[in-house]
């Protein structure tokens, strides 16, 4: 089946520790973006590629990486230096063009 | 500025009653793309309709219908006859054709339908 996966669904890591959260997709689709979602908020744009090997910063970058070295794939790692890194995450990719984004199924991670 | 508001946080309604899940934009594009969202328990995000900015026609799908008037800024989303299966979060986004940032959605906070039986 066509679509997005985001892996592991519930990540928990402690204090100080890089993460990485997976996302795969196989809709062929060029765009691929990360939100974080805090409880009570809307969705926040971390960063997005539209290209492979190229991306941008998105409103919320601070502390996070990424890479786009496959059309497919585009993994956000969580770094040391995000503050406040527990949230649940959520990727999306769309076609070229303004249509609307398919979402994976989320990432909540925990940092204790 | 780019801005969507979604006034109201929380809604909780009996099973057929019809909800109105109101949203405004700003912009300063004049193309531009609205959207409708819905989060289940299980959090993917389910896509319900796009609109651009030069078509105001309202739409119906089945017991959704969409209210899109550019005088106010508003694309208010209403569930007629509601279902216990509504409940949900609801999103409204917003998609700006110009400034390089193609595609990406700028998100209300969202509002938290309950629909009791």
């Known amino acids: 089946d066509g679509g997005i996966t985001q892996s592991p669904k519930y990540l928990f890591r402690k204090e100080g520790q890089n993460v990485t959260l997976s996302c795969e997709q196989n809709?062929?689709?060029?765009?691929m973006y990360w939100y974080r979602q805090d409880p009570g908020q809307g969705l926040r744009l971390i960063y997005y590629?539209?290209?492979?090997?190229?991306?941008q910063k998105g409103d919320i970058a601070e502390g996070y990486s990424v890479s786009r070295e496959k059309k497919e794939s585009f993994p956000l790692t969580v770094t040391s230096a995000q503050k406040n890194p527990t949230a649940f995450y959520l990727c999306?990719?769309?076609?070229?063009?303004?249509?609307?984004?398919?979402f994976g199924q989320g990432t909540r991670l925990t940092v204790v | 500025a780019q801005k969507v508001t979604q006034a109201q946080t929380e809604i909780s309604v009996v099973e057929k009653e019809d909800v109105t899940l109101d949203c405004v934009y700003e912009?300063?594009?004049?193309?531009?793309?609205l959207f409708w969202y819905k989060q289940p328990p299980s959090g993917e995000l389910v896509f319900l309709i796009r609109?651009?900015?030069?078509?105001?026609q309202n739409e119906i799908s089945g017991r959704y219908s969409w209210n899109f008037q550019k005088s106010t800024s508003s694309f208010n989303f209403t569930i007629t006859a509601s279902q216990v299966v509504d409940s949900a979060v609801y999103f409204c986004?917003?998609?700006?054709?110009?400034?390089?940032?193609?595609?990406?959605?700028?998100f209300g906070k969202g509002t938290k339908l309950s629909v009791k039986p």
């Open positions: 999306a990719s769309s076609p070229a063009g303004y249509t609307e984004a398919f």
């Open positions: 809709l062929n689709h060029d765009a």
């Open positions: 609109r651009n900015s030069f078509d105001e």
């Open positions: 590629s539209q290209i492979v090997n190229d991306f």
């Open positions: 986004a917003l998609s700006e054709a110009g400034g390089g940032s193609q595609g990406n959605l700028i």
């Open positions: 912009t300063r594009d004049t193309t531009y793309y």
